[in-house]
């Protein structure tokens, strides 16, 4: 049990970080996206934003083990 909560802090901890780079993203998209060519918004949505929900997913099907 007690690898399961370490997952799913884990996994809270990702999400809040694609949270907190989505939030710096969309104010300026260069700071999180620095290795891309092209830099805006909308990628940062899509990088971000999946990965938000991959999160939010991946903790609560852990929380139903």
Do not use: E
Not at 28 to 45: E, G, I
Request: proline residues 2%.
């Amino acid at each position: 049990m007690h690898t399961i909560a370490a997952l799913i802090l884990l996994c809270k901890a990702g999400f809040y970080t694609c949270l907190l780079g989505m939030i710096v993203g969309l104010y300026q998209p260069w700071l999180v996206l620095w290795w891309l060519d092209r830099q805006n918004r909308k990628t940062v949505l899509k990088a971000y934003g999946t990965g938000a929900i991959a999160f939010v997913l991946l903790t609560s099907f852990l929380a139903m083990i």
